[in-house]
């Protein structure tokens, strides 16, 4: 294992605290690895809170801020926050407008948050929840009940962020999250298995000469493997159950969104992006958006995602809000 890091054990805690001087508008509670936004709690507005296992940066922590989230929590390596860390987030959020809580569909995900929406609850806090599962690789997958969510949370994180900023509701904030994560669907690829830092080998054993087709991002298998195969011919495999599982023809158009793993560069990520989109101009559908990067990824993987959110001018327009966060920065 070749990693930048010192000891696997302090990795997590180490990063906040580069994070925290690499990022002064941030606020960092570091013995409850929380990152909020540094004006949180904003008075008036809905708080919008996030969080998973750490290992998929920047999601979560790096899209908080003005126009996305408000508090992130950041749990061990592929593992769940604690309830207590989205109990505390979301008090130091809550402005009594009310708090949505933005989940992923993994199972301690669901069970953690869920708890700490209780706990919240009992001390007089509202909570929404919103739980994305995007991904249309497999169903019951490992860590899940459903489909996994997947790339569609940075969208639903953005775009209810933004509703949250221009002083909606928690009602019609959380009708966005889920709006946004009904219209969308994922498909991801791995040309590579991921090394987490405190395992010190691969997560799975994937041959040179072939791909893992539907991975999930911490690793999990997909729907099959293949031999390795032209960026035009991955995008096939990858567009085609997307195209086949939601019909997102329409005078609006997609955001179109190209993700990598984590050990992708981005010139084979706008090779991909060039084949979604000849892939999409032949099915009669219309990019109007566009993401290209790594967003949500999983350690060193190389491999991409690819996400398709059906869009409406309401998320057009939200799309298009400021948004101010490390990660992600557009008319600020």
């Not at 209810?160 to 994560?181: K, M, P």
């Amino acid at each position: 294992m070749k990693k930048l890091i010192n000891d696997p054990a302090d990795v997590i805690s180490e990063a906040l605290r580069g994070m925290a001087v690499a990022h002064p508008e941030l606020r960092i509670d570091h013995a409850n690895r929380i990152i909020y936004r540094r004006e949180a709690p904003v008075p008036g507005k809905v708080g919008v809170i996030s969080g998973g296992g750490s290992g998929h940066e920047p999601m979560h922590g790096g899209f908080v801020g003005p126009g996305m989230l408000d508090a992130a929590c950041a749990g061990e390596v592929f593992t769940s926050p604690v309830p207590d860390q989205m109990l505390e987030a979301t008090k130091n959020v809550d402005s009594g407008a009310g708090v949505l809580h933005i989940v992923k569909n993994y199972t301690g995900d669901v069970m953690n948050f869920e708890m700490g929406a209780e706990l919240a609850a009992a001390e007089g806090i509202t909570v929404e929840s919103v739980v994305v599962d995007d991904d249309v690789a497999v169903q019951d997958s490992t860590f899940t009940a459903g489909r996994r969510g997947v790339g569609a949370t940075v969208l639903v994180e953005k775009i209810a962020g933004a509703a949250a900023e221009q002083g909606r509701s928690l009602a019609e904030v959380a009708d966005v999250a889920r709006r946004v994560n009904a219209a969308s669907r994922s498909m991801g690829v791995a040309l590579t298995s991921c090394t987490v830092p405190a395992v010190g080998h691969p997560t799975f054993d994937l041959p040179d000469n072939e791909i893992e087709v539907g991975i999930g991002i911490h690793g999990e298998p997909g729907r099959h493997r293949v031999p390795i195969q032209p960026a035009r011919a991955v995008a096939e495999l990858m567009a085609e159950p997307i195209l086949a599982d939601l019909d997102f023809s329409g005078d609006d158009g997609v955001i179109l969104f190209v993700n990598s793993m984590g050990g992708t560069p981005l010139i084979e990520l706008y090779v991909m992006y060039a084949e979604f989109t000849a892939i999409l101009d032949k099915a009669g559908v219309r990019v109007a958006r566009s993401l290209v990067g790594p967003y949500i990824t999983s350690l060193d993987m190389a491999g991409c995602s690819v996400t398709l959110l059906k869009a409406d001018d309401d998320l057009l327009r939200l799309w298009d809000h400021p948004v101010n966060t490390p990660a992600l920065r557009k008319g600020c």
